[in-house]
């Protein structure tokens, strides 16, 4: 794995890591489009005013500006900041494209983003999200909020990484229950359950009495709502035997039950009911999800996200929304820090043309272009070293096959084409020879596929 930076949080990956990364991305992508979702790309920068909207981060975002800029130059804009989800900026993109989109709008959007955190594995200051949105005109229904759950899995069943679970919650529910019990500050309930794996059961209940107001009575409660979890519906029984019970609950109870009962039947044990997940943004309304890496969950949470109901609003519609977000970043991180997976070359090139002399290298140029005509990666030596040279250095860029031509005494060219790996040597045609499928380009192998 590459070592770490010079700016620590600002990964770089040397070209066999970016090969597993792009192979991540690109399976997401095949897999989002595959079920119907269209790309977008967002700028990097809003407005500050736009970003601090929602939620409590501002002392992780990243400012913008000019060096030189005048001391009377104003921005008509306003100061301007790096995103630090493609959330926010998603829902402005929807408000002034959307007398050109067609509802319900289907995107996901695969994306640099900055967060000024404290770096280690997981967290990095300059990472890639993928995220996927369905968002409605005025109305969505709840239907999305399964399907995304369905895709996700799909999505993350692609990738070399090892088993995961879904977890999901409703913040009805949650809040539902919290005014049944008393507490009517929900947002502030939430907040503090939402940091319960952090610091714990007895932390958490200290937290909400001391800064939510809770009693004794009221923090146990919370807390026992958020030690349910199961793989199937059987958590609305365990949810009434609490006792609690109003309409806000009941609406959050039965939304659960339909996204938890159709993952069991079509991903069992991919998808959980459990109560604890919070998420501590507050443009959450309903539906929110979390998910972790089984074995690994020490990690967090790799992939998150909800239901909000008016994130996007232009003051005369109300556009809202369900999504999911992927930290690409710091599944790729964990994926090669631990050998989940390694490219089989570090390199696209799957032929080098050796040269006979100098005098050879526009003939072998010709050759190359003949095999990049048919989507053969090819590199042409750029002297006429020794074969053995020429083959260690096809070797050392991890370049399976060294192309060699021959020129008789009656001006015919005879090719032949060697497996440097095998040491297999065969006559060749540019025209029509092609590597075995599984040498065209890099591919990525999970520890347990075998290397060819």
């Not at 109305?139 to 990738?159: C, G, H, W």
Request: glycine share 8%; proline share 4%; charged share 25%.
């Amino acid at each position: 794995m590459a070592r770490t930076t010079s700016l620590s949080g600002f990964p770089e990956w040397l070209p066999e890591e970016r090969i597993v990364e792009q192979n991540v991305m690109d399976s997401l992508r095949r897999t989002f489009e595959l079920h119907g979702f269209s790309s977008i790309e967002t700028r990097a920068v809003e407005t500050v005013e736009q970003l601090l909207r929602k939620g409590e981060i501002d002392k992780e975002v990243y400012g913008v500006s000019r060096l030189q800029q005048d001391a009377d130059e104003s921005n008509p804009e306003g100061a301007l900041a790096l995103h630090f989800d493609l959330t926010v900026p998603f829902a402005r993109y929807v408000v002034e494209n959307g007398g050109h989109l067609t509802f319900p709008f289907r995107r996901y959007q695969i994306q640099k983003v900055w967060r000024g955190e404290r770096p280690q594995e997981g967290r990095a200051r300059e990472f890639t999200q993928a995220d996927i949105d369905v968002v409605g005109d005025g109305t969505l229904t709840f239907r999305y909020d399964v399907e995304l759950a369905l895709v996700i899995v799909d999505a993350l069943s692609r990738l070399p990484i090892p088993p995961f679970v879904l977890r999901v919650n409703n913040r009805k529910l949650a809040e539902g229950f919290y005014r049944a019990v008393g507490l009517t500050d929900a947002p502030a309930v939430l907040r503090e359950i939402d940091k319960l794996e952090k610091i714990g059961a007895d932390a958490v209940s200290r937290n909400l009495q001391e800064h939510v107001g809770a009693t004794p009575e009221q923090a146990q409660a919370a807390l026992a709502l958020a030690a349910i979890r199961t793989e199937d519906t059987s958590f609305v029984e365990r949810v009434r035997e609490l006792g609690q019970s109003n309409e806000l609950l009941e609406e959050g109870l039965a939304e659960l039950a339909e996204v938890v009962g159709e993952a069991a039947r079509r991903a069992p044990g991919k998808v959980v009911a459990d109560l604890s997940i919070a998420r501590g943004l507050d443009y959450y309304t309903g539906t929110v999800y979390e998910t972790v890496l089984v074995g690994h969950e020490k990690l967090g949470s790799v992939c998150s996200g909800g239901r909000y109901e008016s994130l996007a609003s232009n003051g005369k519609k109300t556009y809202p929304g369900v999504g999911l977000s992927i930290g690409v970043t710091r599944l790729v991180t964990r994926i090669l820090s631990q050998s989940m997976a390694s490219a089989s070359r570090a390199v696209p090139s799957a032929v080098l043309v050796a040269l006979n002399d100098d005098a050879s290298w526009s003939a072998a140029q010709d050759v190359a272009t003949a095999l990049r005509a048919r989507g053969i990666a090819t590199e042409v030596a750029a002297t006429a070293q020794k074969f053995g040279k020429q083959i260690r250095y096809a070797e050392r860029r991890g370049i399976p096959f060294v192309w060699f031509s021959t020129v008789a005494e009656d001006g015919s060219v005879t090719h032949e084409v060697k497996d440097i790996r095998s040491g297999e040597q065969v006559a060749a045609d540019p025209a029509s020879w092609q590597p075995p499928a599984e040498d065209l380009r890099p591919t990525v192998l999970s520890a347990q596929q075998p290397r060819h």
